[in-house]
């Protein structure tokens, strides 16, 4: 079993920043490299929505439209560990983010097999 903690979640202005941060564990986890992972978010009343996605390696990374040039995503192998870099953020940023993870080479949009508990954003116009 793989589980999948966020944190980094609070409330910020218009404009403002916030850096989101998934730890793995478990012992499926232990290969950590061989997950691709992603970020997802549900804003209240809206389905979870694709965020960002990297794979594997680390090497290739996916955005939805809505966040291209202000969102980053990163991954830290040997940390178990992924990131959300989230810059010029918006009132509609707002929303419980989920860290996720795929058994898979390639960045995924959807089909993830492990999800975290979710860290909550809230951003004030």
């Known amino acids: 079993q793989v589980q999948l903690v966020e944190s980094g979640g609070g409330l910020v202005q218009t404009g403002g920043s916030l850096r989101l941060s998934c730890a793995a564990s478990?012992?499926?986890?232990?290969?950590?490299?061989?997950?691709?992972m992603g970020w997802f978010r549900q804003a209240p009343g809206k389905e979870r929505e694709f965020v960002a996605g990297i794979s594997r390696s680390g090497e290739s990374t996916d955005y939805a439209d809505p966040v291209k040039g202000r969102f980053t995503i990163s991954k830290d192998n040997a940390k178990n560990n992924v990131k959300l870099h989230m810059d010029r953020l918006k009132p509609e940023d707002t929303a419980v983010y989920y860290c996720?993870?795929?058994?898979?080479?390639?960045?995924?949009?959807?089909?993830?097999?492990?999800w975290g508990q979710g860290t909550q954003v809230t951003v004030s116009s």
């Open positions: 996720a993870a795929k058994d898979a080479w390639v960045v995924a949009t959807t089909g993830y097999d492990y």
């Open positions: 478990g012992r499926t986890f232990s290969r950590y490299s061989r997950y691709s």
